[in-house]
């Protein structure tokens, strides 16, 4: 079974600076997909950027940016010019590319963002 | 095009009762997922649904049960309700393209109080 881990729970950063969350996961597959999702205070989970792990190139969505290091099993995300409303829990995901097409997600345990004006 | 919508919003229970919580995935989407988010657990697949048809299933006890009808609209079903049951249910809809990334939208939740 696959898991995925987030070591740290919690994390501050200062307005306009830049953070980086690091999740790391275990798994025997070689295809699949790896997700950022972030759920505000409003409880309503948002994606924040996914990768393919077939693709070597780093996925990239304006501010947020991925490492994704396939040897190691680590993907961490980067959030680079931090705003107010980035404050968020943070989960990290995996979801298998094979079971007959099934969506399902393993998340980690989360992270809780806050961003200090 | 309106987002995925879960009902009721709030629940309380007691021990015992059983409860049906609902989830409208956006138009046209044909897969909807369940989630069950704790505070111990984190967030726990329960089960998908695609066109009708269970397509996987999560580790949970057979008191928690689900259906999708062929509007796409999803329920699931949790018996004999345990205070451990106490949490957030997501759903989550997407569009299978087949073989394609497809973006998992989520709800925002019924939240479950079991006293």
């Known amino acids: 079974a696959q898991t995925v881990t987030q070591s740290q729970p919690e994390m501050s950063v200062q307005e306009a600076e830049t953070v980086t969350l690091s999740c790391t996961y275990d798994t025997s597959e070689s295809d699949y997909y790896l997700f950022w999702y972030k759920q505000p205070p409003s409880r309503q989970m948002i994606l924040v950027i996914r990768q393919e792990a077939y693709k070597q190139q780093n996925a990239t969505e304006n501010r947020f940016s991925v490492n994704f290091q396939k040897a190691a099993k680590s993907f961490s995300l980067k959030i680079s010019d931090s705003q107010l409303g980035d404050a968020a829990m943070y989960f990290c995901?995996?979801?298998?590319?094979?079971?007959?097409?099934?969506?399902?997600?393993?998340f980690g345990k989360g992270m809780k963002l806050t961003v200090n004006p | 095009k309106a987002g995925v919508t879960q009902t009721p919003r709030y629940l309380i229970k007691t021990r015992g009762q059983q409860v049906t919580l609902s989830c409208s995935p956006i138009s046209g989407h044909r897969s909807v997922s369940w989630y069950q988010q704790t505070p111990g657990q984190g967030l726990q697949f329960l089960f998908e649904?695609?066109?009708?048809?269970?397509?996987n299933k999560g580790n949970f006890p057979g008191r928690f049960s689900g259906r999708q009808f062929s509007n796409s609209r999803s329920e699931m079903n949790v018996s004999t309700l345990e205070l451990g049951d106490s949490a957030l249910y997501l759903c989550a809809s997407s569009l299978p393209t087949g073989g394609a990334l497809e973006t998992q939208y989520f709800g925002p939740g019924t939240r479950l109080l079991v006293l």
């Open positions: 995901a995996y979801r298998s590319a094979g079971e007959g097409g099934s969506e399902k997600l393993v």
């Open positions: 649904y695609f066109s009708e048809t269970q397509r």
